[in-house]
């Protein structure tokens, strides 16, 4: 196995290749279009196209794909929100031959490395496309380094219909990295601070959690293979009570999956910062060093391709479902996000000079404009079917999104309020005594974490804890960045205007400080407050998308240039279809497990006991409970509506889930009193404690 430590991106064609192997005159060139937005002139893709495929070449290429992130909905797939491709070889025709088939050459013609053309029908595309007009285009995202994986050089591409409409994740996200460039150069030039940024940048570090099972556990179980989580299973008497899992040894099968996965995501580009266990038993966690938004949402999807390639090679299967068993710790993939300039410049980091504290005080009241103002975008983009599970549980940031930058900053927004300056915020580390001389004094972070946030401050970002473990992180990271630019053109606008910074920041603050909140997120008090405040509680998905498509939401995206009407109502259409179709999938796998597997079980199990009445004790009237129950279900799920996506979504989340989750404990019930040998699936025993 490769060294975790060497070969950083020697797979990857990134600026140090870049700079190694091209003409600088190119790379000055190709740089200086990533920030004005031109193409790249014919004869440097020429030449860029021809560097790679040597430098490809010499890593064991033979084909090259466009790779690219379909609208594939929210998330609570088994396996994560993968990227799709197909591959080409890298073969061309010669052309100009007089022969048409011959002679051929290996290449990597230019054209096919900036643009890519596909069917793309069988994409949801929340209406864009139709099947008689199918045309789709893959075009490389020139911010986002090609590398080579398993002999093919991927190129990270946007995806967009033959009308240039967006039908991925990719494109919209670029789109905001363009908005928070114009509105944070703007609003920097308004209160002249690093006026001499030339762009800026958004930045992303995620932190996967996910579940780690044997493969044949994984595939006895039809509810995993067909759900990404068991509709059914009985708690293990030992559980997480005492938290015994969090931060022990990780398991030797799984470290050895880790310590793979880390010396592959090296390789190309993405080293790895963290891994861990997780609080649940079968849970861990792994964290790469972050990087703009792009690139590491890039990383995220190959992360989680990786995984489940040399998962599989060692028999093994990783979970990327946000709930994949009921009663234990869910998954999530906390998205830490911050933005700054190209001078190095980070919004969000109080920093020692008068004017980082300024921009420090200044971004937060952007970004508290942003999380009040549009307070539903940002929840609906952690809104699907796998998160239902998770958020307002008391192990995830309620469904209630509000801002924690924490108490002594929440001290300094009221002095703002009040009149006073906007220095005064004092973020130096405090020292603290450990109280034993071995172990030296600590120098604690200026705030508090609060675990129970949706989006605490973390010392210099922001973190999203909210975002579902099998999510792509574009959408989340896409309405962060659309929030912030909605926020900082309003400030600017503000001091365009004529007010003073001071007064601007504090007319802010003063409208959205409702958004901030530093006590306990999972406490039962804090939805009566937040619902006192007028913060929305969207607590289920149907709930939460019913929201996204308002005027508000289409005429910010607009304004931003990130999506048009028309692509906001389509994206609003994949999220419903994606949380009915995830449900209806459920629903199905329930009847067919309780009918080819439960049943005849329960039918087996009381056999035993004829003759023997007293020791079957109440045996037959749990088992008869579960024909009841399922009877139920399949009543309430025949009389589904037709009438259009949200009243069908409407309708699984609140009358057919219910009786989905009757029909659990029916038979959950029955498995404490079955006879082990005879419940026909791996038990949560079985799985959890696999390692
Ligand atoms: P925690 O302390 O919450 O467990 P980790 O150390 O596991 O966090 O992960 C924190 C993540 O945040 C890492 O991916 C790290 O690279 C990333 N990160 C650090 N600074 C920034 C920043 N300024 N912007 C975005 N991400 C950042
Ligand atoms: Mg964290």
């Known amino acids: 196995m490769a060294d975790a430590l060497t070969g950083l991106g020697n797979w990857m064609f990134d600026d140090a290749v870049m700079a190694e192997k091209l003409p600088s005159a190119v790379v000055q060139r190709f740089n200086e279009c990533l920030i004005t937005g031109a193409p790249t002139l014919e004869d440097d893709q020429k030449v860029i196209a021809d560097t790679m495929f040597t430098w490809a070449r010499e890593r064991g290429a033979i084909d090259f794909a466009h790779w690219f992130f379909p609208l594939r909905g929210g998330g609570g797939a088994v396996g994560g929100m993968l990227g799709a491709f197909k591959k080409d070889t890298l073969i061309d025709l010669e052309f100009g031959s007089k022969f048409v088939t011959k002679p051929m050459k290996a290449c990597l013609p230019h054209e096919r490395l900036f643009q890519g053309e596909t069917d793309g029908s069988s994409f949801p595309n929340g209406g864009l496309r139709v099947t008689h007009s199918a045309a789709a285009f893959t075009t490389w995202d020139r911010a986002s380094p090609p590398f080579v994986l398993d002999q093919c050089l991927y190129i990270p591409c946007a995806f967009v219909t033959h009308f240039g409409k967006c039908i991925d994740e990719k494109t919209p996200l670029l789109r905001s990295m363009d908005a928070v460039k114009q509105s944070g150069l703007r609003l920097l030039k308004a209160i002249g601070i690093g006026t001499d940024a030339k762009t800026m940048h958004s930045y992303l570090g995620w932190e996967q959690e996910f579940f780690v099972l044997s493969a044949e556990s994984y595939k006895a179980r039809p509810d995993l293979v067909n759900t990404g989580r068991t509709l059914f299973g009985k708690l293990p008497t030992r559980h997480q009570q005492g938290d015994l899992n969090y931060f022990q040894p990780v398991p030797g099968k799984v470290a050895q999956l880790l310590d793979i996965a880390q010396a592959e995501m090296l390789k190309v580009g993405c080293p790895m910062?963290?891994?861990?266990?997780?609080?649940?038993?079968?849970?861990?966690?792994?964290?790469?060093?972050?990087?703009?938004?792009?690139?590491?949402?890039?990383?995220?999807?190959?992360?989680?391709?990786?995984?489940?390639?040399?998962?599989?090679?060692?028999?093994?299967?990783?979970?990327?479902?946000?709930?994949?068993?009921?009663?234990?710790?869910?998954?999530?993939?906390?998205?830490?996000?911050?933005?700054?300039?190209?001078?190095?410049?980070?919004?969000?980091?109080?920093?020692?000079?008068?004017?980082?504290?300024?921009?420090?005080?200044?971004?937060?009241?952007?970004?508290?404009?942003?999380l009040s103002q549009y307070n539903e975008m940002v929840r609906c983009t952690v809104a699907h079917s796998g998160n239902d599970h998770r958020l307002g549980a008391q192990e995830a940031p309620p469904a209630i999104i509000s801002l924690y930058p924490g108490q002594g900053f929440e001290q300094h927004v009221e002095s703002i309020v009040a009149g006073g300056d906007l220095l005064g915020y004092k973020a130096e580390k405090k020292k603290q005594e450990t109280g034993c001389s071995a172990a030296m004094h600590i120098e604690a972070n200026v705030e508090d974490r609060n675990?129970?946030?949706?989006?605490?401050?973390?010392?210099?970002?922001?973190?999203?804890?909210?975002?579902?473990?099998?999510?792509?992180?574009?959408?989340?990271?896409?309405?962060?960045?659309?929030?912030?630019?909605?926020?900082?053109?309003?400030?600017?606008?503000?001091?365009?205007?004529?007010?003073?910074?001071?007064?601007?920041?504090?007319?802010m603050y003063k409208e959205n400080k409702h958004v901030i909140f530093t006590g306990n997120g999972y406490s039962a008090e804090w939805p009566i407050e937040a619902s006192k405040r007028g913060l929305p509680n969207l607590n289920t998905t149907p709930k939460a998308v019913a929201t996204w498509s308002s005027d508000k939401n289409k005429k910010l995206f607009e304004t931003l240039k990130i999506y048009t009407a028309e692509e906001t109502e389509a994206r609003q259409e994949v999220m419903y279809e994606n949380y009915i179709s995830s449900l209806c999938c459920e629903v199905d796998t329930m009847i067919q497990m309780v009918e080819t597997g439960f049943l005849p079980a329960c039918a087996k199990d009381l056999e035993k006991y004829k003759g023997f009445e007293k020791l079957g004790g109440k045996r037959k009237e749990t088992y008869e409970a579960i024909v009841d129950q399922l009877s139920k279900l399949k009543d309430t799920y025949e009389k589904k509506p037709h009438s259009g996506l949200a009243a069908e979504a409407t309708y699984l989340c609140d009358t057919v889930k219910p009786a989905m989750v009757a029909l659990r404990a029916a038979v959950d019930k029955a498995e404490g009193v079955m006879e082990a040998s005879l419940y026909p699936y791996p038990t949560y025993e079985n799985m959890i404690y696999a390692h």
């Open 273 to 370: 910062a963290v891994k861990h266990n997780e609080v649940a038993p079968g849970q861990h966690e792994m964290s790469p060093v972050f990087r703009t938004a792009n690139v590491s949402c890039d990383s995220n999807v190959l992360f989680m391709e990786v995984m489940n390639r040399e998962a599989a090679k060692l028999g093994l299967q990783v979970l990327f479902h946000e709930k994949p068993f009921a009663g234990i710790n869910g998954s999530g993939k906390h998205a830490n996000w911050s933005i700054g300039t190209d001078t190095g410049m980070n919004f969000f980091y109080p920093g020692k000079t008068e004017a980082g504290a300024k921009l420090y005080v200044t971004a937060i009241a952007c970004l508290a404009y942003g």
């Open 451 to 507: 675990r129970t946030a949706p989006f605490p401050f973390c010392g210099n970002r922001f973190e999203f804890r909210a975002v579902g473990s099998s999510q792509n992180c574009c959408l989340p990271v896409m309405v962060c960045n659309a929030v912030m630019s909605a926020g900082m053109a309003e400030l600017a606008a503000k001091i365009e205007g004529g007010k003073s910074h001071r007064d601007a920041v504090a007319e």
